[in-house]
Structure formats: C-alpha cells, structure tokens
C-alpha cells in the first residue's frame, strides 16, 4: 500500500521519492494542460526537469487504448526497465490512464502518482484502480496497480476553478458522511475550507488516510471498499444522463446529488435520521443547485442504476447505504418501488 502524506515542498518531495524508489529511470506522463500549467510550479526538480516526458490528450477524450499505447511507446524509446518508474503528475484521467499503462508494461512497472485536481487527490490517485474507456464504457479495461507512493500537495489547487474543487470537496463529503460524523460537519461549513489552503490540505490528508484504511483492508473491493461507492449508483445515473442529453455534470456534481438519493434510501430503509437529511439537502442546494432529473426522466433514471456495472445481478443495484453518520451499510438492494420512492422525493426536496 501506498504511504500517503501532504507536502509543502512538492519538488523537492518527488526527488527524495525516487531517489529512495531507487529509480534507473523515471518516465513523467501528464496531459496538455497539466504540462502547460502545473508542470512550471515543479521547476525546482531534478526529476520533473531531466525525465522524457509524455503530455496526452486532456480529458476523457484521450483515455483510451492509443494513448496507453503511445505511453507504451515512450517507455520503450527511453529504455525503461523493470526498475524504472512512471510519474504520473495530473488529474484521475492521467493518473489512471498512466497507472494502467505502467500495470501492463514488462509486466508492471511501479508508480508514483502527483494529483493535480482536488478529486484526483482524494479519490483517483490513491487505491490503485487503474484503467481506460472502451466501446464507450467509462473504465472499462482495467487493473488494480498499487501506486508505490502518492504525493500530495495544495499547490496545484490554486489553478482549479470553483467548479473543479466544488466537484473533488462532494468527494471528501461522502468519506466523512459514511467514516466520521465530526469532520462531516467540519467540512460542512464548506466555504470557511475551501477558501483556506491550509486547512484544505488538512481535510485532504484526512480524506486519503481514511481512503487509504479501507483499501488496505479491501484492496480488490470484495466488501468492504464498496463503502466509497456511497452515492455513485444514483451519481453514475445522472451523470450519465445528463452527458446523454449534451448537458454534461462534474463527477462530483452528480456523485453530491447521488449522495441525497442514497440517504432518502437509508431513511426509507434504513432508518437514517430525517434531520440529518434535511441538513444534508441544505448543503447540496446551497453548493451544488437544484435536481438533476426531472420526472420524465424516471425510467431512464431507473434503467441505468439497474445495469450499473457495480451490481453483481441486472435490476439489482447494490447501494451502500447509511445506519446514521459513520455507519455505513454495504450491498442494500433495494426495491424497484423504493427506488422510484427516493428518486420522486429528491426531485420535490431539490426542485
Ligand atoms: N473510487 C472508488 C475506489 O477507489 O474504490
């Protein structure tokens, strides 16, 4: 498992790490944007500075089977080897397109990964699901890749926009919502983190160590790592939906509303207290705007939880659910009625 921490001094963190990696050779993959912007913020590395260097397409446009082959491409014209290294600095994109390449690569190759996005940090770079789209499907071909370490830094967030931290921070609310009541209502008051580097990193840290906890307990998501799956089911849905409909949502976006619906589950099934679900819609209104779907939107809705590739039967989507804060409940199936039930009441609670 990797060692996580949180760095002032990112430059000089990537030289120590290699340097006690014992790297022959490190190979840097990072996107267009990434290259342009953060990659000047690292000019104090040796490693950043002197390593043959790939720059792939920005997004998930470029997170395909080419570009894993044209990162092959690079590691083989720098004469990688078994002791050599891949760097990934960027976004989940980066990080998992890089991790997926190196996984493969003479049957494996270590990483490091360098989050540059705020949902990279605390959920991308770290656990090691690696992988690329195909035939349309989001991650389709995969591998689960340790990364030897991850090495965060605040610096790089400063470049984000309000849209991208909003869309990591829904991220670092569900490891609080289904870990730890306390940080929950800590990062509630979103804007007194947000708007303070320092305590954002704090909060970040926290977030990758209790992400950290689970996936060593649970590397290859048998049980227990589906408790960060929390409000993807529904999440997935309306991402999905709304990219089918050319109106694309962050992740984070639609993970933040996902969460409402999860919780309307937990009351509806679980018993999870309706004060704190109203204390929850507050937050998702004030952060993340009105409902997603509408109620035509229904059976579309209801179909795409049924095939998500999570559930392990069609027509039966495995929610992780919540007893109250801090408890979570894997593999809830709930019914088709109870799921219509949560989806009509998150449109009237967020309408
Ligand atoms: N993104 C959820 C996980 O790493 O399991």
Not at 28 to 34: A, I, K, P, S, Y
Not at 181 to 200: A, G, I, R, S, T
Request: aromatic letters at 6%; proline letters at 4%; one cysteine or more.
């Amino acid at each position: 498992m990797a060692e996580n921490y949180l760095t002032l001094n990112p430059a000089a963190a990537i030289d120590s790490t290699m340097e006690a990696l014992d790297a022959d050779k490190v190979v840097l993959v990072t996107d267009r944007n990434v290259h342009k912007i953060v990659l000047p913020l690292l000019a104090d590395s040796k490693i950043v500075n002197s390593s043959p260097t790939i720059a792939i397409t920005p997004g998930e446009e470029g997170k395909n089977l080419e570009t894993v082959t044209e990162i092959w491409d690079k590691l083989e014209e720098s004469g990688a080897t078994r002791r050599s290294v891949v760097l990934n600095i960027g976004g989940g994109v980066v990080t998992d397109i890089g991790g997926f390449a190196a996984s493969a690569y003479k049957r494996g190759l270590r990483t490091v990964n360098f989050p540059t996005t705020l949902l990279g940090a605390v959920d991308a770079a770290t656990g090691g699901k690696t992988g690329i789209n195909f035939r349309g499907l989001k991650n389709e071909i995969g591998a689960f890749h340790m990364p030897s370490k991850v090495i965060i830094s605040a610096t790089p967030f400063k470049s984000l926009s309000r849209e991208e931290l909003l869309s990591g921070y829904a991220e670092m609310i569900k490891t609080a919502l289904f870990s730890d009541k306390e940080f929950y209502l800590h990062l509630y008051d979103l804007d007194n983190v947000v708007d303070d580097m320092p305590k954002l990193g704090k909060a970040v840290e926290k977030c990758v160590c209790i992400k950290d906890d689970v996936v060593a307990q649970d590397p290859n998501e048998k049980g227990l790592r589906k408790v960060l799956n929390l409000g993807h089911t529904a999440g997935h849905a309306f991402e999905s939906l709304r990219m089918g409909e050319g109106n694309p949502v962050t992740h984070g976006k639609a993970v933040a509303h996902g969460i409402l619906v999860a919780l309307l589950l937990s009351h509806i099934k679980l018993g999870f207290e309706s004060y704190e679900l109203d204390q929850y819609r507050r937050f998702l209104k004030a952060y993340y705007g009105t409902s997603l779907m509408r109620c035509e939107d229904m059976e579309k809705v209801v179909n795409k939880m049924n095939s998500d590739k999570k559930n392990r039967t069609y027509g039966e989507p495995a929610f992780t659910l919540l007893q109250e804060i801090g408890e979570p409940e894997i593999n809830c199936i709930p019914t088709q009625s109870e799921m219509k039930e949560a989806l009509e009441l998150y449109i009237d609670m967020t309408s």
